[in-house]
Nanobody, 126 residues
């Protein structure tokens, strides 16, 4: 059972950068995927980005393409989300989650990922 803990959120101004971390305890198998989702108050859960552990292949939601970068550090068992050019509409609680399928192939659907942790709050002021 993999446990994921998010950190790195905070209050920043529009245009700033922030890096989120998702530390995993337990084994992440080669073909597993780890994804970032976010949810703002009153809004639907939104897929942000995901990475396949084995080959570091990446997927992004349309609203963050070109601004956010997902990466992973195998030695640290950690997934990062580097966020640049932040906008007020990026304000949300960000969660990292492990994909349910044994071979992650890029699903953006929330139901294809495991349970939610407490997340980390990102607030972008204008």
């Amino acid at each position: 059972q993999v446990q994921l803990v998010e950190s790195g959120g905070g209050l920043v101004q529009a245009g700033d950068s922030l890096r989120l971390s998702c530390a995993a305890s337990g084994d992440i198998f080669a073909n597993n995927g780890i994804g970032w989702f976010r949810q703002a108050p009153g809004m639907e859960r939104e897929f942000v980005a995901a990475i396949r552990w084995r080959d570091s292949r990446k997927w992004y939601g349309d609203s963050v393409k070109g601004r956010f970068t997902i990466s992973r550090d195998v030695a640290q068992n950690t997934v990062y989300l580097q966020m640049r050019s932040l906008k007020p509409e990026d304000t949300a609680v960000y969660h990292c989650r492990k994909a349910k399928e044994g071979f992650y192939s890029g699903s953006h659907f929330s139901e294809d990922f495991g349970s939610w942790g407490q997340g980390t709050q990102v607030t972008v002021s204008s």
